[in-house]
Structures are given as structure tokens and as C-alpha cells.
């Protein structure tokens, strides 16, 4: 079963400005991660929050946790085309033992 | 370069015919995992290993099967029970099975198609 939801499915922003996906889930969770994929390739890690953790950064990526809401947000900022990808976030449930449950994505396109 | 090494790159399956996937790390990792992807969704699990000679069924193991013999290989087949197994496989490992708060590693994947 999917337990992330990816919000929007579908996103197109022009290049240097801020995009932002939001995943929600259903069970308490050990963390939550955030993936791309590059079309036709594999997933690519970018960034794990755990549940004890509200916010993280890595670089451009700015990753929010709210465990009250079940939710998560994904911003990237200052976006390049090289960023136009499928983003997943995945959870790992409490008890899952590194076994995680993957969104449905959102497809991000970046134009120049 | 460690990495995960997926094979063939594409496969095309007879009616009633098995066809296996090869899975390769040489990241020294003891957790293992296969995904299924359809257009359009994010990824389901088929089967994972949590350490060498031992598997579990994931979400969607009917049809599929597995051995995990060594370490750094991780074989998917797909059987001709799997009534609809055209989907882009992707396997994945982890440093260690069982514990939380890991990232996993991708290869590049399998598109299987039926003939």
C-alpha cells in the first residue's frame, strides 16, 4: 500500500524559482526521506529526517517535518533545469526495520 | 566506484516463460531490496533480505521469487504465475538490515516487457 501522497503530481515552475512538494502519511514513522528520479534511472537519495528532527537542510534542499500533521515539505530553491526529475518521498514506520513505503511522486519540471 | 549493478537493461518475456534479474552491489551492504515500478506510481516491494541466506516477502512477493547465496547478489525471477509483470525493477541496498535510519542505494533498474 502507498502510505505517502505526494501534493501536486505535477508541478512546472521556471528556472530560479522556489518549488515546493509536500508528502502526508498515514502511520507514526522512524523517518522520513526524500528521493529523485531522473526519468528512465534510478532513485537517488537527497535528504532523511528523522522523527524527532522538524527541520534539515542540504544545500538548495530545505526538508520540514511535522509529525502532529503526518505531513512533510521538499523545498528547492533557486531551481535548475538539471533539477527537472520525479521527487518520492518514502517512509520508514515505526517497527519497519528499514523497510520503506514509497509516494506516488511529483513530477517537477524546471524551464529555462 | 561502489554501486548497485542491475541486468540486462531491458528484457522481454515470453508467455509462460521465467526470466530472472541480476542484482549486483559492491557497497559491502547486508540489506537488500527489489521494487516495482509502473508508469506513472511510485515503488512497491516485491521481496527484501535483510542479510545473507534469508528473504522476506514484501507487498507484492506473488509471482516473484528470490535467494540471496552471497552477499553482494540479490536474483529476482519473475515466474510465469506474475500474470502482468510488465514494470521497471529496481533493486536497492542497505548498510545493515533491520535498523532504521538508513538511506538506500539504487541501481539503474530493469525494464521487463511482455512479447
Known amino acids: 500500500s502507498q502510505q505517502g501522497e505526494e501534493d501536486p503530481q505535477a508541478l512546472s515552475i521556471q528556472e530560479g524559482e522556489n518549488a515546493t512538494m509536500n508528502c502526508s502519511y498515514k502511520t507514526s514513522i522512524n523517518n522520513l526521506q526524500w528521493y529523485r528520479q531522473n526519468s528512465g534511472r534510478g532513485l537517488v537519495h537527497l535528504i532523511l529526517i528523522r522523527s524527532n528532527e522538524r527541520e534539515k537542510h542540504s544545500g538548495r534542499l530545505r526538508v520540514t517535518l511535522d509529525t502532529s500533521k503526518k505531513s512533510s515539505s521538499l523545498l528547492i530553491t533557486a531551481s535548475r533545469a538539471a533539477d527537472t526529475a520525479s521527487y518520492f518521498c518514502?517512509?520508514?514506520?515505526?517497527?519497519?526495520?528499514?523497510?520503506?513505503?514509497f509516494g506516488t511522486g511529483t513530477q517537477l519540471k524546471v524551464e529555462l | 566506484d561502489g554501486g548497485i549493478t542491475q541486468s540486462p537493461k531491458y528484457l522481454f518475456r515470453k508467455e509462460g516463460q521465467n526470466v530472472t534479474l541480476s542484482c549486483e552491489q559492491n557497497l559491502n551492504h547486508d540489506a537488500m531490496y527489489w521494487y516495482r515500478q509502473d508508469p506513472g506510481q511510485g515503488l512497491r516491494l516485491i521481496y527484501y533480505?535483510?542479510?545473507?541466506?534469508?528473504?522476506q516477502k514484501g507487498d507484492i512477493a506473488e509471482g516473484y521469487s528470490v535467494s540471496r547465496e552471497k552477499k553482494e547478489s540479490f536474483p529476482l525471477t519473475v515466474t510465469s504465475a506474475q500474470k502482468n509483470p510488465t514494470a521497471f525493477y529496481l533493486c536497492?541496498?542497505?548498510?545493515?538490515?533491520?535498523?532504521?535510519?538508513?538511506?538506500?542505494?539504487f541501481g539503474d533498474g530493469t525494464r521487463l516487457s511482455i512479447l
Open positions: 533480505s535483510q542479510i545473507v541466506n534469508d528473504f
Open positions: 536497492a541496498s542497505s548498510m545493515t538490515g533491520g535498523f532504521s535510519n538508513q538511506p538506500q542505494h
Open positions: 518514502a517512509t520508514d514506520a515505526t517497527g519497519g526495520g528499514n523497510k520503506l513505503t
